[in-house]
């Protein structure tokens, strides 16, 4: 599997990088540990790799307003452990952590994670439950984006994610996730947050995409989240929103997301008694 011919630029300011996404073809680089091995197999395609890594504006993590501003070259294993992360947002560190090897995880970036379109990935979940933004800067300016929209419809053409915003939750949030043994990409991972309105509830894997279940929510509303009411919330769910696929059914995806969605309801739970 060789790498095809591509050009590749390393701008020092984010509107360089700018004019050079409205190349065809171009392409943003951070950590490349999805774009790399796409392009050697042959699963993506790339004319010029616009390395973003050295652009001050994409770094760093801190508080913004109610928020959590996590600079979207954070790398999977900084948020892993930043302290800020963990106490805010224990779902993200704890997704980030979940997250292939500590190769993979030492150069791979929160955004590169929330970017890569088309597999499912860890970090999408964990901030559809902490109902996340993205900041983007694109050819039409600044804008945010809603974690949602983003996993529905991707990273617009030409854009950067520059950052990602968390509200903080305190501990009252989780991640639980069952990884595919060969890729460790998962085969099911589920994210909550419970909140003063209801659970956050949203899931991967067993689903075509990240996706918040409102109805399971609307169903445990109130509580109380024992193993028994999750478990009937999700078999309340239609069949189809879970896609078979690698040996698995349907039913059998349906009942694992309810059982990790129950696991982490009770550690949410625990972290705050
Ligand atoms: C062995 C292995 C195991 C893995 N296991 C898991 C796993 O268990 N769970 C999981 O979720 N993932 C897993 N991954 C994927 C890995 O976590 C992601 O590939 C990584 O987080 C992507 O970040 P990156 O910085 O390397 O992005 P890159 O590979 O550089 O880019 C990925 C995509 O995002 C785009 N992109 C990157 N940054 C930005 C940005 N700031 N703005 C706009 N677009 C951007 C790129 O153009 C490209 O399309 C695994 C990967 C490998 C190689």
Known sequence: ???????????????????????????????????????????????LLVDVRHLAELRGVGRAGGSLRIGAL?????????????????????????????????????GGNL????RATDLPVAALAADARVELAGPAGRTTLTAER?????????????????????????????????????LCAAAVRVTPDGPRIAVTGATPRALRLRGVEDRLRGGPYTTEA???????????????????????????????????LARAALSTA
């Open 150 to 186: 983003l996993a529905a419809s991707g990273v617009p053409a030409g854009s950067v994610l520059t950052a990602l915003l968390v509200p903080a939750a305190g501990p009252a949030a989780a991640f639980e996730k069952a990884a595919d043994r060969a890729t460790r990409y998962p």
């Open 1 to 47: 599997m060789i790498l095809t011919d591509f050009d590749y630029a390393r701008p020092a300011a984010l509107d360089e990088a700018l004019a050079l996404l409205a190349t065809p073809g171009a392409r943003v680089l951070a950590g490349g540990q999805s774009l790399l091995p796409g392009l050697r197999t042959g699963a993506e395609r790339a004319r």
């Open 230 to 264: 999750v478990l009937a919330a999700f078999r309340a769910e239609p069949r189809e929103l879970f896609v078979p696929g690698r040996g698995t059914s349907a039913e059998y995806l349906g009942h694992l997301a309810g059982v990790l969605t129950a696991r982490a």
């Open 115 to 118: 970017a890569a379109a088309g």
């Open 74 to 110: 954070t790398t999977l294993a900084e948020l892993a452990a930043h302290p800020l992360v963990l106490a805010e947002a224990p779902e993200l560190a704890a997704a980030a952590r979940a997250n292939g090897d500590p190769q993979v995880r030492n150069l791979g970036t929160a």
